[in-house]
T-cell receptor, first 116, second 110 residues
């Protein structure tokens, strides 16, 4: 089945220790997103890629970086995690069709990050 | 004013009843509207999307859109305990950014 896969599902890191979360997809979608979701809050978009074009949200801290080496994979790097970065990190994909229309998003299972 | 507003709930309905979930948005240029279901500790799952004014039905789910009033709703008929989850409204705005609401927690009481 075509799907969005995230690894690891649970990640524990220490304060200030860099961490990388990964996302892969078999949907062949050209758009990939990273969201941060804290308990009882809405998913917050950090950035997205349309093919190799990187689009950063204005309020995404510099501590968060992303890489997309190919269509299938996208990585979220947190350079110096703080206690406030503990959250669920969601990867999503979508297609972009004619004009500039982005279509519905499909989410991976998420990675729950704990910062000690 | 929040871009996408939802009542966080919980909304409690008895099994078999109709659950009505509402969402309002501020960007009049919004183009597409999505409803996602999210179980506790899980990722959002797309339930329905709607682009045009009016109703769109899919099984027990009906999405309703009124662009003039800037609201979108989701009706769940014959509610089941398995429908108990948080329902996220998502709106794609004029700049293609998708903004999520905080979600409404639905509890279906057996």
């Amino acid at each position: 089945d075509a799907m969005v896969i995230q690894n690891p599902r649970y990640q524990v890191t220490q304060f200030g220790k860099p961490v990388t979360l990964s996302c892969s997809q078999t949907l062949n979608h050209n758009v990939m997103y990273w969201y941060q979701q804290k308990s009882s809050q809405a998913p917050k978009l950090l950035f997205h890629y349309y093919d190799k074009d990187f689009n950063n949200e204005a309020d995404t801290p510099d501590n968060f970086q992303s890489r997309r080496p190919n269509t299938s994979f996208c990585f979220l790097d947190i350079r110096s995690p703080g206690l406030g970065d503990a959250a669920m990190y969601l990867c999503a994909t979508s297609t972009r069709t004619s004009g500039s229309s982005y279509n519905e998003q499909f989410f991976g299972p998420g990675t729950r990050l704990t910062v000690l | 004013q929040k871009e996408v507003e939802q009542n966080s709930g919980p909304l409690s309905v008895p099994e078999g009843a109709i659950a009505s979930l509402n969402c309002t948005y501020s960007d009049r240029g919004s183009q597409s509207f999505f409803w996602y279901r999210q179980y506790s500790g899980k990722s959002p799952e797309l339930i329905m999307f709607i682009y045009s004014n009016g109703d769109k039905e899919d099984g027990r789910f009906t999405a309703q859109l009124n662009k003039a009033s800037q609201y979108v709703s989701l009706l769940i008929r014959d509610s089941q305990p398995s429908d108990s989850a948080t329902y996220l409204c998502a709106v794609k705005g004029g700049y293609q950014k998708v903004t999520f609401g905080i979600g409404t927690k639905l509890q279906v009481i057996p």
